[in-house]
């Protein structure tokens, strides 16, 4: 037997300090934000047994009601059947291959190479880098020349989420909007004094955040894809184009400020990680850790929001007041929202929309109910934060008139949301933090979704709708959600309807004076996260309810705290700290890191959710040095993933480069868009 794999550093989360300090401002350095007594899974056992008898009932007439049902393909399966959570089904592979259908590649090994790793066979380039001109006018990308004026016209910093849309009437072209998280400015500027930034310096900053929409051309005969600069929809948003602010709190007192008496207008969209793809068209994106550029907090909603008492990191408040809260102290409620963009208009006011709540954003991705009404599913990435969904009272219009797209643009401004509530049905005496499972053989269990607030009535006791969308995390911790590790992407299965929700690790977990392991989040200092699976009942989005169990418990195989839906362990690829999470279309679950603490670079994995191989993991390509794997896609021909920040370990610079990639020796290292695709031309995995 092989020795467990090697933890590397110290630092929570496994992530290099550099890292921590500019992606969160050092989140697992400051006070856990929720610090609410209310109760957590290990207190809610009473009754579970019960319940779990009632759940399992339900199953066996899901699978009745399911039997003989073609699965559903598509970004979001309208009336996907939610398979039982009892036993696998689906059929056996055919003749010699090997891997569930999608899966079928020699896995890459785990590695510390200073580049983009993919399985034999396949290869590989880079979409867009950092800085490359994507607007009319916009020069070509200088390190040594930068300016404000130049990067609102360039591809943005640190790429996050990825979508690739259709685009009608021209042949072998896409769109794509990709997501740009933070910057990193000892990485981009020679001779950065943190402690003394120029305004040239925050302005380029500012312009290098936000969202970038690009068209995209394949090369025929092979997977590669470039961008189309200067094409019209082209589009740059950055931290201070115009937002507008929509639904049951625009307008509210809270949301008002010295430079927007209306409460309305918003400039910029900050630290967006995740998001989604909406069945209508659009992209969701989610503003995560915000509460990091914001000075001098004082309430206790800027607490507990994670907001410091102090000057920021990027000192962006010596050059606008608007993020010294001391001046303005409601501009910080004006982030923290799920934006939402229309790609296909590039004129267009992308939207902040209340009606889904105010928290750190990781994910926003829908599904539609069995009568199209659209259902968002949201993790909020933080320590013993919660889990989240809005059902819209609205329901979509098919087809792409002029009619149509103006009411989907109103479909997440109406309607509910809901803070989740998980209950184990093990005895909590078997629950001993150490990740062993229970006497059942499962982490699993039952779930109630408490409603907050529709519309302008608020559910939550001692809160007014408005404080419920703007001070969203108080409003869980009054209803009593369930704290969990980090809950950060989110995506429902297009096949089965099932929900994969990534717990990305919560080494706070049983420390003291703090929640101790529950049958969701079973290990004390959890290093190594856990993907949990969520059926609702009788596969009704809009529920009040659900069946969940932990799919993967995520670490080295040899380490028994590990869990794989039970397909032996010795046949998957060890992998830690899941992040974002997407589907391909034979309904395998893909699952990229952040933070690896087994030794290797972050990578990319795929893991069969259903059949036999059922928790059959696959590693498909590791990163460079110091770098993230985000924004995951999948097609039939093509796996695209954002490289987040190359190069940024401790101690580097743009001087003192910790990675050549993706240009080589001599040139700065650049967060960049990737393509890996089969060299003689077949489907991913087939």
């Given at each position: 037997m092989r020795n467990l794999l090697p933890l590397i550093g110290s630092h929570p989360g496994g992530r290099s300090a550099l890292t921590c300090r500019y992606r969160c401002g050092d989140a697992c350095f400051q006070d856990i934000p929720n610090t609410s007594d209310n109760e957590y899974a290990g207190d809610v056992i009473a009754g579970a047994l019960s319940r779990r008898s009632m759940m399992r009932a339900a199953a066996v007439v899901t699978v009745a009601a399911a039997a003989g049902t073609a699965a559903l393909a598509g970004p979001v399966a309208p009336s996907a059947q939610a398979a039982p959570f009892a036993g696998r089904h689906g059929g056996k592979p055919g003749p010699g291959t090997s891997g569930a259908r999608g899966l079928?590649?020699?896995?890459?090994?785990?590695?510390?190479?200073?580049?983009?790793?993919?399985?034999?066979?396949?290869?590989?380039?880079?979409?867009?880098?950092?800085?490359?001109?994507?607007?009319?006018?916009?020069?070509?990308?200088?390190?040594?020349?930068?300016?404000?004026?130049?990067?609102?016209?360039?591809?943005?910093?640190?790429?996050?989420?990825?979508?690739?849309?259709?685009?009608?009437?021209?042949?072998?072209?896409?769109?794509?909007?990709?997501?740009?998280?933070?910057?990193?400015?000892?990485?981009m500027f020679r001779g950065y004094d943190p402690a003394n930034p120029t305004r040239e310096q925050v302005e380029i900053a500012w312009a290098a955040h936000g969202?970038?929409?690009?068209?995209?051309?394949?090369?025929?005969?092979?997977?590669?894809?470039?961008?189309?600069?200067?094409?019209?929809?082209?589009?740059?948003?950055?931290?201070?184009?115009?937002?507008?602010?929509?639904?049951?709190?625009?307008?509210?007192?809270?949301l008002r400020t010295s430079a927007d008496h209306t409460g309305r207008k918003v400039l910029g969209t900050l630290n967006n990680c995740a998001g989604g793809t909406t069945p209508w068209g659009t992209t969701l994106h989610g503003e995560e850790n915000f509460n990091q550029y914001f000075a001098n907090g004082s309430s206790a909603t800027d607490k507990r929001y994670g907001i410091g008492t102090a000057a920021t990191e990027r000192k962006w408040e010596r050059f606008d007041k608007r993020f010294d809260l001391a001046q303005e102290p409601n501009e910080a409620h004006r982030f923290g929202w799920v934006v939402e963009l229309d790609p296909y208009d590039p004129d267009s006011t992308p939207r902040k929309r209340t009606a889904l709540g105010r928290f750190k954003h990781e994910a926003a991705q829908p599904r539609l109910t069995a009568d199209g009404?659209?259902?968002?599913?949201?993790?909020?990435?933080?320590?013993?934060?919660?889990?989240?969904?809005?059902?819209?009272?609205?329901?979509?219009?098919?087809?792409?008139?002029?009619?149509?797209?103006?009411?989907n643009l109103t479909l997440l401004d109406?309607?509910?949301?809901?803070?989740?509530?998980?209950?184990?049905?093990?005895?909590?005496?078997?629950?001993?933090?150490?990740?062993?499972?229970?006497?059942?053989?499962?982490?699993?269990?039952?779930?109630?979704?408490?409603?907050?607030?529709?519309?302008?009535?608020?559910?939550?006791?001692?809160?007014?709708?408005?404080?419920?969308?703007?001070?969203?995390?108080?409003?869980?911790?009054?209803?009593?959600?369930?704290?969990?590790?980090?809950?950060?992407?989110?995506?429902?299965?297009?096949?089965?309807?099932?929900?994969?929700?990534?717990?990305?690790?919560?080494?706070?977990?049983?420390?003291?004076?703090?929640?101790?392991?529950?049958?969701?989040?079973?290990?004390?200092?959890?290093?190594?996260?856990?993907?949990?699976?969520?059926?609702?009942h009788g596969d009704d989005p809009a529920g009040d309810g659900f069946a969940w169990r932990l799919f993967l418990v995520a670490g080295d195989p040899e380490d028994p705290a590990t869990y794989f839906s039970g397909f032996p362990k010795e046949k998957v690829s060890p992998i830690s700290c899941p992040d974002n999470v997407a589907f391909d279309d034979h309904g395998n679950l893909w699952i990229s890191t952040d933070g690896n603490q087994l030794g290797s670079h972050d990578g990319l994995f795929g893991v069969a959710t259903q059949g036999e191989r059922r928790g059959e993991l696959k590693q498909f390509l590791t990163v460079p040095k110091g770098a993230e794997t985000c924004g995951p896609l999948i097609q039939d021909r093509r796996v695209l993933v954002a490289v987040q920040h190359p190069g940024e370990v401790d101690g580097a610079s743009v001087e003192k480069p910790a990675s050549t990639w993706p240009d080589g020796p001599g040139k700065i290292v650049r967060p960049s868009v990737v393509a890996v695709w089969r060299k003689d031309g077949g489907d991913i995995g087939v």
């Open positions: 079928r590649f020699a896995p890459v090994a785990p590695n510390t190479a200073d580049a983009v790793t993919v399985p034999e066979g396949y290869g590989q380039n880079v979409v867009i880098r950092w800085g490359e001109p994507i607007l009319r006018g916009a020069p070509a990308f200088d390190p040594d020349k930068q300016s404000a004026k130049a990067q609102a016209g360039q591809f943005g910093y640190n790429n996050d989420f990825l979508s690739l849309l259709p685009l009608r009437g021209e042949r072998g072209r896409q769109v794509l909007v990709a997501n740009h998280e933070y910057t990193d400015e000892i990485l969202l970038s929409v690009v068209v995209v051309q394949e090369e025929n005969r092979t997977g590669k894809l470039g961008p189309v600069s200067r094409h019209p929809l082209n589009r740059r948003l950055t931290a201070t184009s115009e937002f507008e602010v929509t639904g049951p709190a625009a307008g509210s007192p809270l009404r659209p259902v968002v599913y949201m993790g909020d990435d933080e320590r013993f934060d919660y889990f989240y969904k809005f059902v819209s009272s609205k329901r979509m219009k098919k087809g792409n008139s002029r009619a149509a797209r103006e009411h109406e309607g509910t949301l809901y803070v989740a509530k998980l209950t184990g049905d093990s005895p909590t005496a078997e629950l001993d933090g150490t990740g062993k499972l229970p006497a059942d053989g499962e982490f699993d269990g039952s779930g109630v979704w408490i409603p907050l607030a529709t519309g302008t009535t608020s559910h939550v006791p001692g809160m007014t709708a408005e404080e419920v969308y703007v001070f969203t995390r108080l409003a869980g911790d009054k209803v009593g959600a369930t704290k969990m590790d980090r809950p950060e992407d989110v995506e429902p299965s297009p096949r089965t309807g099932r929900v994969y929700i990534a717990l990305t690790n919560n080494t706070d977990r049983g420390k003291a004076g703090k929640p101790g392991a529950d049958e969701a989040n079973p290990r004390n200092a959890n290093k190594h996260g856990q993907v949990l699976e969520l059926a609702e």
